[in-house]
């Protein structure tokens, strides 16, 4: 998983240089908490390409859970199947988004 991330990090700083990163700490309800980084974006430039970025992170990483998903069972793939799909939907709408912003 690291190997992931470390190539995650490594597209991210080379294609997004000028994208400022902060984090801060989660709880979950059961007590448990992470940190998360969220990217910041100060121009509305710099905002169009955090969104093309994180559109084709997205897209990377339906493959990859597409690609997991042959590793279980019918009833498990199915779900990971069903949660692809809806991440064709959510990113069928950053499409929209930002062909509205390429069009202004």
Known sequence: MSAIKNEHAASHAQNNAHIHTHAHTHVHADGTAHSHSH??????????????????????????LHELAHCFDDVTADLIHDAVDRLGDSNALLEQALSLLNNQ
């Open 39 to 64: 990217a910041a974006a100060s121009s509305p430039e710099e905002a169009l390409a955090l969104l093309k970025y994180m559109l084709d992170h997205n897209r990377h990483h339906a493959e990859e």
